[in-house]
């Protein structure tokens, strides 16, 4: 069975950095692309960033360029994250997402999320 | 970007009717448009992948179809655990968009 866990949400003032991790089992990780979708309260989905299976490819949404970066550890199935220069606006559930294949761009599965609250 | 227009924003009907939901983009998409569904709490799930393929393990009263820039999800006769939102996106190009969701709710 394929298993996602996110992990690394929390609270950061404006400006400040997190890492979002997401653990993958069940399947043989370095195989699928991945990716990052979030979800702020009460609104609707926003694709945020996805990488290849190979680590080698990444696409970020144009409101996380630069500031997000997609990274991948296949020897530890790891999905990774990194939030720089954050703003309130990025406050969201953040889920990662299989690839059902490598690039075909559909999400099966999600994981059950993180929530990344950015306040002062 | 593509934008991705759902329509309508709610529907409300009752166990056992047919649902039909739609989803249109604001440019040719070809059929590279998946339809998710998510409940309250919970992550969303793949429905329908390539307009009108299902996804493993999803009922046959789950279908999807059109091409270009006009799709529909259809639920043939709605099941109680059917009330939920759903979300169609786009894979024709970078960046990957959704739609804003249509609440399916109880009559």
């Known amino acids: 069975e394929v298993q996602l866990v996110e992990s690394g949400g929390g609270l950061v003032q404006p400006g400040g950095s997190l890492r979002l991790s997401c653990v993958a089992s069940g399947f043989t990780f370095n195989n699928y692309a991945m990716s990052w979708v979030r979800q702020a309260p009460g609104k609707g989905l926003e694709w945020v960033s996805s990488i290849n299976g190979g680590g080698t490819s990444t696409n970020f949404a144009d409101s996380v360029k630069g500031r997000f970066t997609i990274s991948r550890d296949n020897s530890k199935n790891t999905l990774s994250l990194q939030m720089d220069s954050l703003r309130v606006d990025d406050t969201a559930v953040y889920y990662c997402?299989?690839?059902?294949?490598?690039?075909?761009?559909?999400?099966?599965?999600w994981g059950q999320g993180t929530l990344v609250t950015v306040s002062s | 970007e593509i934008v991705l227009t759902q329509s309508p924003a709610t529907l409300s009907l009752s166990p056992g009717e047919r649902a039909t939901l739609s989803c249109r983009a604001s440019?040719?998409?070809?059929?590279?448009l998946a339809w998710y569904q998510q409940k309250p709490g919970q992550a969303p799930r793949l429905l329908i992948f390539?307009?009108?393929n299902r996804a493993t393990g999803i009922p046959a009263r789950f279908s999807g179809s059109g091409s270009g820039t006009d799709f529909t999800l259809t639920i043939s006769s709605l099941e109680p655990e059917d009330f939920a939102v759903y979300y169609c996106q786009h894979r024709s190009n970078w960046p990957l968009t959704f739609g804003q969701g249509t609440r399916l709710e109880i009559k």
């Open positions: 390539d307009a009108s």
């Open positions: 440019q040719s998409v070809s059929t590279y």
């Open positions: 997402a299989k690839d059902p294949g490598d690039w075909s761009n559909w999400f099966d599965p």
